[in-house]
Each structure stands twice: as structure tokens, then as C-alpha cells.
């Protein structure tokens, strides 16, 4: 399911499923793209954190 149109990407918690959809990519291209970033650290829970989020779209560009 893409992202909606209308909607802003907005740095906050997200699960992967979330981030997959705002990429717009499958779950195994999108563990590939997230063992390129460095000192990403655990997915803990149900949604990465706001910093980890950061830093994902620092290394992969706005969705």
C-alpha cells in the first residue's frame, strides 16, 4: 500500500511496515537498504525510534 498522497512524511516512531510503505518497497529490498546504514542500532518494539528514523532518511532521502 503506497504512502497517500496527500500526507507529509513527518520524522516521528514508525514501524518497518510504515517506512516500507512510505518507500514503497518490499521487506527484503528494504533490510538491504537498512544494513547500509551504520550505527543504526536495535529494532526494539513495534516502531523505530524518531532518531532512528532520522537517520534512516539522512541515509535513503525523503520518501
Do not use: N
Request: aromatic share 12%; net charge positive; with cysteine.
Amino acid at each position: 500500500m503506497p504512502a497517500p498522497e496527500t500526507k507529509e512524511f513527518a520524522i516521528k516512531a514508525l514501524s518497518k511496515k510504515e517506512l516500507r510503505d512510505w518507500y514503497g518497497v518490499s521487506c527484503k529490498t528494504f533490510k538491504s537498504w537498512l544494513k547500509r546504514i551504520p550505527d543504526l542500532g536495535m529494532y526494539e518494539g513495534k516502531a523505530y525510534t524518531p532518531a532512528q528514523v532520522a537517520k534512516i532518511v539522512t541515509h535513503l532521502g525523503q520518501p
